[in-house]
């Protein structure tokens, strides 16, 4: 029998974020599901007992610690909180401006910081708890006309891993999610925005690019569904992963970097081993 938990999940009115509010439900959690427009909330997970819907703007302090003092206040604590809220910006990183890049690290890397530094001292004071953050395929890898995007969740990935270790002996656990494409919204107008400073020498790329995304939005290979179930099948694990790739294109991405990593440190093994003072 699954032991009931309180799972926190930012960025549920739309997209993954839904799928695993309803996913958490339907195993017989609490869930306290939050985003910016709580209405949209509302009407994406419907009616529940089980759950709350709270307003949160990641990317603001306050909300985050008001989030989480009413999920306290109805539910009394947290067990598992899911950095799921996101947004792309994509283009090449001349044509995007720095107001776009700073935005997209706000949502996709100080946004999950402020939230975390919320939800810590509850699970800290508990003595346990789980911490899933949703990363990317380009949080493993670099790409193209992803520079914003993959700045941020390789950011996202390096405070992770980092985090881990820290809160740990607090019986915390923490778990990166690395999914490919999978069939949401986040093509979709509402979830990305591209870059307007649009320069000449980067048209036939651009378009490229724009044409692969427009017929990918709605025929992603990934099931949200079976993604969300994975990650409620991980958090119940008594020693869950650290990361979990998901989807046969992410693992394909994430084997290619392990071979490219391998080639660049054969490449200059002699030279990179003699970088020590000589006695």
């Known amino acids: 029998m699954v032991r009931e938990k309180v799972w926190f999940i930012t960025g549920t009115g739309r997209g993954m974020g839904k799928i695993i509010v309803k996913a958490a439900l339907n195993a017989g959690h609490k869930v306290v599901a939050t985003g910016r427009n709580t209405d949209a909330v509302a009407k994406a997970i419907g009616d529940s007992e089980n759950a709350l819907v709270v307003k949160l703007d990641v990317t ?7 989030a989480v003092k009413a999920a306290i206040d109805r539910f009394g604590t947290i067990d598992v909180l899911v950095n799921n809220a996101a947004q792309f910006y994509g283009g090449f990183f001349e044509e995007l401006t720095p107001v776009q890049i700073d935005e997209q690290l706000h949502v996709s890397l ?7 530094r919320a939800v810590l001292p509850v699970m800290r004071k508990q003595r346990t708890g789980h911490i899933v953050s949703i990363s990317s395929g380009a949080g493993i890898s670099g790409f193209e006309f992803n520079s914003a995007y993959s700045a941020s969740k390789f950011a ?18 923490t778990t990166i999610v690395n999914p490919g494409f999978f069939r949401t919204e986040f093509l979709t107008e509402s ?12 048209e036939d790329r651009r378009a490229s690019f724009l044409s692969f995304f427009k017929e990918q939005n709605g025929q992603q290979s990934g099931d949200p569904t079976k993604l969300a179930n994975a990650i409620l099948k991980i958090v119940s694990e008594i020693d869950p992963p650290k990361r979990f790739i998901g989807g046969a ?4 991405i994430a084997e290619q970097k392990i071979v490219d990593l391998q080639a660049q440190v054969n490449a200059y093994r002699e030279l990179s081993s003699a970088m020590a003072y000589e006695d």
């Open 60 to 66: 603001r302090p306050d909300d985050a610690q008001s």
């Open 110 to 116: 100080i946004g999950p910081m402020n939230v975390t």
């Open 156 to 173: 996202l990935e390096g405070w992770m891993e980092s985090l881990s270790p820290e809160i740990a002996p607090f019986g915390i656990h």
């Open 191 to 202: 979830s990305s925005t591209y870059a307007k400073n649009l320069l000449e020498d980067y």
């Open 249 to 252: 294109d992410a693992m394909g």
